[in-house]
């Protein structure tokens, strides 16, 4: 079972811990508002905490955690305090909500391996692809449609994508594919700009864009 933290419990952080609750994760929930973790204790471990404090997030075991999800938006400050204090801790995936792109560069700048920029709704995506392991990057670009990147689905490994008719299969569209190198795969993966003729290796990682509706069924 995946452990998973969660820091901030506004709409979006409430909204993801009772979604990954309910997909069977362990949830451990941080944030400085009493009523809030009282309301949450009843579906994840809450603890009332300043997360900006290291000693806070090593008190609730975000050490121990598989993936953290820094789920404050508004505050800038306490974001990036407490994106750098988990990785501090040595947490392996850092997930970081981020309000704007400049937010989002900060957030990257110091450590967060991603960040999101969603709404309410998408919370139920990041639970979802936190659970399943598809997605590791989402964004909004306007209503109804999105940038992801995605895992080749299971059917169209080892498939050019004119074979995989990717497009025609998930109403999706490759922007690029993202490919480890064979030889040394601790090094960045190169971007490929995607042909017809391009093979889709199973390790490969596709930045499609389309509606977000057909982004959640191919990750559902």
């Known amino acids: 079972m995946k452990r998973i933290g969660i820091i901030g419990a506004g709409r979006f952080g409430l909204s993801l811990a009772e979604s990954l609750a309910n997909a ?16 949450a204790s009843e579906f994840v471990n809450a603890m009332q905490g300043d997360a900006t404090q290291p000693h806070v997030l090593e008190e609730a075991g975000f050490g121990e955690c598989d993936l953290v999800v820094v789920a404050i938006g508004s505050n800038i400050e306490a974001s ?7 990785k501090e801790l040595g947490v392996p995936n850092v997930v970081a909500k981020a309000a704007s792109e400049l937010h989002g560069k900060i957030l990257r700048r110091i450590g967060a391996d991603t960040v999101v920029y969603p709404d309410r709704d998408s919370a139920h ?34 498939k050019t994508l ?4 990717f497009r025609n299969e998930t109403g999706l569209t490759v922007l690029c ?39 959640d069924a191919i990750v559902a």
């Open 162 to 165: 004119a074979d995989a008719n």
């Open 80 to 86: 990036v305090m407490a994106t750098a204090n988990c």
């Open 177 to 215: 594919i993202r490919r480890a190198d064979p030889n040394d795969p601790i090094r960045p993966r190169k971007v490929l700009l995607p042909k017809a003729s391009d093979v889709l290796m199973g390790d490969d990682k596709l930045i499609v864009f389309g509606e977000t509706k057909k982004l």
């Open 125 to 158: 995506r990041l639970a979802r692809a936190i659970a399943k392991g598809d997605i590791i990057d989402f964004l909004e670009v306007s209503e109804g449609f999105s940038i992801a990147e995605v895992d080749v689905p299971d059917g169209m490994r080892g």
């Open 24 to 39: 069977g994760m362990e949830v451990v929930l941080v944030d400085r508002n009493r009523p809030a973790m009282q309301s």
